[in-house]
């Protein structure tokens, strides 16, 4: 690609903070809540703009990556850009894309330009709050030239080794990157390794820290259904009786920092209005993390793509549709930790389908069949070189052990997967 790629990038801001000066600093015009973290961070953006968006302000949120469209990561009021304004802004912000290119060495990358474009656009808008998800880490990331008056950190686990560190503390020490003087920083439950780094820095900068578990937490969670019924204990009050149309444990722990960071933006000791906390978070949605595209049989696509990701995928997989035989449909990144997923789906999962989704980096079926062989069993591994024929694949599976058999496909493996299946599946079960 001309701009190179996401997941291959320089650590520094230079560029990016260079970009974002010629444009008159968009990135100030508005308060930020920056997000970061190895799982989550998304499904915890859309929940933060639910709240928000509730209390009658206008948001911009970013997001990445997408699922099926670039333009899904630019949003404003909970819709993405537009075709013509995106390219309008594209257009607009090219003169000094172009300056900046021959002011510097290198020029700006793919994920700059993105980062650069919903600064732009929530400026011009303009909005009243920003919902910023850093794209790698933190330290370095593009976005990381905005302050964000709250600072949200989920929970952090291996992913992006290569380029982030190869341990916990490692990783947690580039995510603390975004916690800033005097920000407060909400922290979703972590592993000790990284709590001590980001106290570490929160103490350093002087942020005030809120942790999830002690300042605030989720006091109960019962299966509904659709989703879970949730007490939430927030950093002002409590809220009882939340609909929250999500699966999983990890999804209340998201809607719960959400609650921390908003709360922490309004300022001020009063707590939400609790029936519009509840009206916000029963509108939420999070395509593609635990999204039920078809019934009979039931389909369910997720975009985990590291083993944090999906041990929460399968832990609530297996409490919100005890199904009694699952199909799973997979295909992965060549880059991830491939043998560790597997590992964590064989047990859940009946017979695994190894296939490829559209991204140059899915690891062939081929090399997939061969590290799940051994774990599962030649029998339980079926290869299929396309993704459409595997999905119609694993339908025909459930179908052929009929309706009553309570069996199910589960699509997952890379955020990429799960945009694809969406794609071929229309989202809402029809093909």
């Not at 449909?329 to 989704?357: G, Q, S």
Request: glycine share 10%.
């Amino acid at each position: 690609m001309e701009r190179g790629v996401e997941w291959d990038f320089e650590p520094t801001l230079d560029r990016i903070a260079a970009l974002l000066d010629l444009l008159g600093s968009p990135q100030r015009a508005y308060p930020v809540i920056h997000i970061a973290g190895t799982n989550g961070k998304t499904s915890t953006a859309r929940l933060t703009e639910a709240l928000l968006k509730e209390r009658n302000l206008r948001v911009g949120r970013f997001t990445s990556p997408h699922l099926v469209s670039v333009r899904e990561r630019i949003t404003v009021d909970g819709e993405p850009l537009s075709e013509e304004r995106f390219a309008e802004v594209y257009e607009e912000i090219m003169p000094f894309v172009d300056l900046a290119d021959s002011q510097g060495r290198r020029r700006i990358q793919f994920f700059e330009l993105l980062t650069a474009m919903a600064f732009a656009a929530f400026a011009d808008t303009p909005v009243d709050v920003a919902v910023i998800e850093a794209g790698m880490g933190g330290s370095w990331d593009a976005t990381n030239v905005a302050d964000g008056t709250v600072s949200v950190v989920t929970p952090i686990s291996l992913d992006h080794t290569d380029r982030l560190g190869p341990d916990i503390p490692s990783i947690a020490g580039e995510k603390a990157g975004i916690i800033k003087p005097g920000a407060t920083a909400v922290f979703a439950q972590q592993e000790l390794a990284a709590a001590e780094v980001l106290m570490r820095r929160a103490a350093d900068v002087g942020a005030v820290v809120a942790r999830e578990g002690l300042e605030f937490g989720v006091l109960g969670r019962e299966v509904a259904i659709g989703g879970q019924l949730l007490t939430l204990r927030g950093l002002k009050g409590v809220y009882d009786e939340v609909y929250l149309p999500l699966y999983g444990a990890h999804q209340a722990s998201n809607a719960v920092c959400a609650l921390a960071a908003v709360e922490a933006l309004t300022g001020g000791d009063d707590p939400l209005d609790v029936d519009l906390v509840r009206q916000a978070f029963a509108q939420a949605s999070s395509p593609g993390r635990m999204e039920v595209v078809r019934r009979t049989p039931t389909v369910v696509i997720d975009a985990a793509h590291n083993p944090g990701g999906m041990q929460a995928t399968l832990e609530g997989l297996h409490e919100a549709f005890d199904f009694a035989k699952v199909i799973g449909v997979v295909a992965v990144m060549r880059d991830k930790d491939v043998a560790a997923l597997l590992d964590l789906l064989e047990p859940i999962v009946d017979e695994i389908i190894v296939t490829r989704n559209s991204s140059p980096r899915s690891m062939p079926p081929e090399e997939l069949a061969a590290l799940a062989g051994p774990l599962f069993g030649e029998d339980r591994v079926h290869v299929v070189d396309r993704l459409d024929d595997a999905i119609d694949r694993g339908i025909g599976i459930a179908d052929a052990a009929g309706e009553f058999s309570g069996t199910g496909v589960l699509i997952t493996g890379s955020v990429v997967t799960a945009g694809d299946a969406r794609q071929l599946l229309k989202a809402d079960g029809s093909r």
